[in-house]
């Protein structure tokens, strides 16, 4: 599976490629950058805040932050793709202050524990108007950005050199079967397979 994907870094541009795949994303988000998608070849549906839109070779998308959405192969026929994903330098400004709050510190800090009953007695708020509210601006529950995040600085430290059994243990996973299991879900390659197909551009 990891000949059909391949992850190019620079500093802070990103470019995947896949070629002839037949991978599907299920819901996420991306939650400090825009991505921008350019079909090669094959066609796939994307679902973006729960209305479907279908790309073909020659046509291309835009993803905005923070959006939720997935991605299928159309009928499960291979695809070719480039992604580019660009991180402007803002915040916005709709996102009230206590989520932006916990946005920023779940991404600093993924792999902490999160206490979303005591964050919400601090502020005033029911846990219940703060997951809601997030997920609101953000896409995803806390927990369900927490893990994507995670399983993002997994992707990191990876490319970093450090092996599968240290970035599981680095971002909080409490064993590895676990930390597979999110890490496939989100990113369709397990760590391994991900560490294989990442290449750092000069």
């Known amino acids: 599976m990891q000949d059909h994907v391949t992850y190019y870094r620079k500093g802070n541009l990103e470019c995947i490629y896949y070629k002839d795949s037949v991978l599907s994303y299920p819901v996420h988000t991306h939650a400090n950058h825009m991505m921008l998608g350019y079909l090669l070849k094959g066609s796939v549906r994307l679902v973006e805040a729960g209305r479907e839109c279908l ?3 020659g046509e291309s998308f835009c993803i905005l932050p923070d959006v939720a959405h997935s991605i299928d192969p ?3 026929v291979p695809y070719s793709m480039i992604v580019l994903c660009i991180y402007p330098d803002q915040t916005r400004e709709t996102e009230p202050d ?3 709050k916990l946005k920023e510190l779940i ?5 902490s524990e999160l206490l979303i009953e ?3 007695s601090e502020i005033g708020v029911s846990p219940y108007h703060m997951i809601r509210q997030f997920k609101n601006v953000c896409g ?3 927990h369900q950005f927490q893990i994507q995040c995670r399983v993002r600085k997994a992707q990191r430290l990876l490319e970093e050199g450090k092996s599968v059994t240290e970035a599981a243990f680095a971002t909080g996973f ?3 079967s676990h930390f597979d299991r999110c890490f496939r879900k989100l990113v369709q390659l397990t760590p391994k397979e991900y560490k294989q197909s ?3 551009l000069p």
């Open 55 to 57: 790309y073909e070779a």
């Open 98 to 100: 206590y989520s932006r």
């Open 118 to 120: 005591t964050m919400a």
């Open 174 to 176: 409490c064993d590895q």
């Open 74 to 76: 159309i009928e499960g």
């Open 198 to 200: 990442f290449t750092r």
């Open 140 to 142: 995803l529950t806390p």
């Open 107 to 111: 991404s600093d800090m993924p792999e």
